[in-house]
C-alpha cells in the first residue's frame, strides 16, 4: 500500500468502544492506550508496516521524559514523525514513570501522522476567530502587487 493510503486510513475515526476516559480535575479527557493503538497501527498500516523505537530518555527535575519516532512503511516511502512524552517520577497515577510518558509519546507521534487526532482536539477550547482586519495604509513609495504587475509587465527586460 502507498503511504498516501495508510496516512488516509489512520485518519479514520477511531470507532467509539475502542476510546477510553478518565476524569482529571472535574472534566472527561477521552484517549485510547497504547495497546488499542498498537492495534490499530497493526490494522491500518500493517503488522510490518510500521515501527516505533525511543530516541532518548531523560530525567528533568523530577519529570522523566522521552522521545519516540514512529515510522510508517509505504510501498513507495516511508514518514517518520517524533514526539515527546513526560511524567513524574512520583507519579500516583496507573503505571510506572517510563511506561506512561512512552505511551504519551507513542499516542503524540501517532496522532501527527492522523491516527486519533479528533481526540486531541478539544471542544471546550475552540479555534479561536480571528478580527478582521482592515488593509495598512500604503507607506510612501510602496506600490501594490497589482500596480507593480501594471507598471512592469509589458515593459521589456532592461540589461545592466
Not at 3 to 25: D, F
Not at 51 to 56: A, N, Q, R
Not at 85 to 94: A, I, K, N, Q, R
Not at 133 to 142: M, Q, V
Amino acid at each position: 500500500m502507498k503511504l498516501t493510503e495508510i496516512l488516509e486510513r489512520l485518519r479514520q475515526p477511531v470507532p467509539p468502544e475502542l476510546i477510553s476516559y478518565k476524569v482529571i480535575k472535574g472534566k472527561r479527557i477521552d484517549f485510547i492506550s497504547w495497546v488499542i493503538l498498537a492495534d490499530l497501527l497493526d490494522e491500518r498500516a500493517g503488522i510490518d508496516g510500521w515501527s516505533w523505537k525511543i530516541k532518548e530518555v531523560r530525567q528533568i527535575g523530577n519529570r522523566l521524559t522521552m522521545v519516540g519516532c514512529l515510522t510508517i512503511y509505504g510501498e513507495d516511502r516511508s514518514l517518520t514523525m517524533m514526539a515527546t512524552g513526560s511524567e513524574d517520577l512520583d507519579c500516583s497515577s496507573y503505571g510506572d514513570p517510563s511506561s506512561n510518558a512512552e505511551a504519551m509519546s507513542l499516542r503524540r507521534s501517532a496522532s501527527k501522522m492522523g491516527l486519533a487526532r479528533d481526540l486531541w482536539k478539544k471542544e471546550f477550547c475552540p479555534t479561536p476567530k480571528l478580527p478582521d482586519l482592515a488593509p495598512l495604509p500604503p507607506i510612501k513609495g510602496e506600490i501594490t502587487r497589482e500596480e507593480w504587475l501594471q507598471r512592469f509587465r509589458n515593459e521589456p527586460t532592461q540589461k545592466v
